[in-house]
């Protein structure tokens, strides 16, 4: 069966550290995968897309990475705030233009 | 501020009202979704309008009734629902018709409970 897993649902992270978090999948070919930041009350905000053919991508503090042969993403956020708590989404979107996301990983940085 | 307005922000209603969800984008795009966001589920893609023309139902229950009378509106009409359609209810908006590779502008939901 088809599935997206993102790490935990929850993580712990202290100020000052790189966060990282995970997106995996089984039996999807995405051929674009994008990542969102949602708060409590809010609807997702786009961050990052991220195309097969890239191994890497970059914006300000965030990198995302894409291994279509593990079949997974990472989220990195470096010098963690405080104010990049929020729940962060993976979604997938396949060659037939599926889109599907995962249940999202809940992110706190401690201070 | 948000681009996406959906109002109203929270709706209380029994399973024989019937109600309506309305979502505006002020930012141009061609293409609006509705999704469904349950506790600990993924979001649920609901109904894709291109262009004003509805291009993917993804088996959503006739008791959600889509409208788009234009590319800046959409509307979720809801009829007879049940208690396991209590949710957020999230509108959404891209640029490209194609454009489920395109990134998603969301609103801020309306949080639906029925009684």
């Known amino acids: 069966s088809q599935k997206i897993e993102q790490n935990s649902e929850a993580l712990n992270i202290q100020e000052g550290k790189t966060a990282t978090l995970t997106c995996n999948y089984t039996n999807y070919s995405p051929a674009y995968l994008q990542w969102y930041r949602q708060d409590p009350g809010r609807g997702p905000v786009f961050l990052l897309l991220i195309r097969e053919n890239e191994k890497e991508k970059r914006k300000e503090r965030l990198k995302v990475t894409f291994d279509t042969t593990l079949k997974q993403s990472l989220f990195h956020i470096t010098a963690s705030q405080p104010a990049d708590s929020a729940t962060y989404l993976c979604?997938?979107?396949?060659?037939?233009?599926?889109?599907?996301f995962g249940t999202g990983t809940r992110l706190t940085v401690i201070p | 501020e948000t681009g996406v307005t959906q109002t109203p922000r929270h709706l209380v209603m029994g399973m024989t009202n019937k109600k309506s969800l309305k979502c505006e984008q002020h930012l141009g795009h061609n293409a609006m979704y509705w999704y469904k966001q349950s506790a600990k589920k993924p979001l649920e893609l609901m109904f894709v309008?291109?262009?004003?023309?509805?291009?993917e139902n993804n088996s959503v229950p006739s008791r959600f009734s889509p409208e788009c009378p234009n590319s800046s509106h959409l509307f979720l009409h809801l009829h007879t629902l049940q208690p396991e359609d209590s949710a957020l209810y999230l509108c959404?908006?891209?640029?490209?018709?194609?454009?489920?590779?395109?990134?998603?502008?969301f609103g801020d939901g309306t949080r639906l409970s029925i009684l």
């Open positions: 959404a908006s891209s640029q490209d018709p194609a454009g489920l590779n395109q990134p998603q502008h």
């Open positions: 979604a997938l979107v396949t060659g037939a233009n599926n889109l599907f």
């Open positions: 309008y291109n262009f004003k023309e509805q291009t």
